[in-house]
């Protein structure tokens, strides 16, 4: 798809002006993008709401390990129970050998009342291993091992990449849907006008597009991306109940939040500040 392509070349000319550290541990979390690029057409039933699980027989094992650990905090069942009865929204969560390490959510659709009713969540089939880059990924990056015994399990890595997924959906589902679909319109306009003058974002043709669609293609991008984050923090703030565990990783979100989302600092610190009130890990 053509317009794929001009957002992961815009996407990575961008990243090559952030990548000025040697910090990146390399994984392209998204490497298709999907959060952007959605498909206009669902593949799923949208006629009533809740959770369809799509899994092939032979993943099952693992993908229920997964699953499991995300349903064993508070926040993961609650997110869970909350879609499993959503009358409206049908969540599809499939799962596949491409972009074995990540995920993707996608193929967004809503009602004509502006209700979203249908969404993707793709996971890849080794979820469990893999960390993407710090810069736009801080909280699951914060997971790679230390080689002390406070390292995470497979598992917890894998439901907190689910998490990051439920995370683009409880955005997507609050924010303007006319807003959103607009976004994923212009968006290839955007990226086709940067790459031909020069990547020059301060033509007069950018600037009204990102106007109209409230930002930068990349702007945009980051922007969904730490929400996704936020709620993978929710979900090991509640996995961790232990200081000497849920710390270290906290002041390892911190330090790459810090480096790379400073403009977005707030949103994690509410987080961390939600456990400060019982007395662990200050921000
Ligand atoms: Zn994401």
């Known amino acids: 798809m053509k317009a794929r392509r001009f957002i992961v070349i815009a996407f990575l000319a961008s990243l090559s002006l952030v990548l000025t550290s040697p910090a990146s541990s390399g994984g392209d979390y998204h490497f298709n993008i999907d959060s952007i690029t959605i498909s206009e057409t669902s593949s799923a039933d949208d006629s009533t709401g809740g959770i369809k699980e799509d899994i092939p027989a032979k993943y099952l094992d693992r993908y229920q390990a997964w699953k499991n650990e995300f349903l064993a905090t508070e926040t993961g069942h609650e997110q869970w129970h909350r879609y499993a009865t959503d009358p409206i929204l049908k969540l599809t969560i499939t799962l596949t050998r491409d972009n074995a390490e990540g995920a993707t959510t996608g193929k967004y659709k809503w009602s004509e009342s502006g209700q979203l009713i249908a969404a993707t969540i793709v996971l890849g089939n080794r979820l469990d291993e893999g960390y993407p880059n710090p810069i736009y990924f801080p909280v699951m990056n914060s997971l790679v091992p230390t080689g002390t015994a406070n390292d995470v399990t497979g598992n917890t890595l894998a439901a907190t990449k689910m998490a990051h997924e439920f995370g683009h959906v409880n955005r997507t589902a609050q924010v303007d849907g006319a807003l959103y679909q607009l976004q994923t319109q212009l968006i290839p306009q955007y990226n086709k006008i940067f790459l031909s003058n020069g990547r020059n974002p301060k033509d007069p043709r950018l600037i009204e597009l990102a106007q109209k669609i409230g930002g930068t293609p990349v702007e945009i991008w980051e922007d969904r991306e730490y929400w996704g984050e936020t709620n993978a923090m929710v979900f ?24 790379y989302a400073k403009g977005y600092e707030r949103r994690f610190l509410e987080i961390a500040q939600s456990v400060t009130a019982k007395g662990t890990c200050g921000w």
Do not use: K, W
Not at 247 to 259: A, E, G
């Open 236 to 259: 090991l703030r509640d996995r961790f109940t232990e200081e000497r565990q849920l710390c270290p990783i906290f002041s390892r979100i911190r330090s790459r939040v810090d480096l």
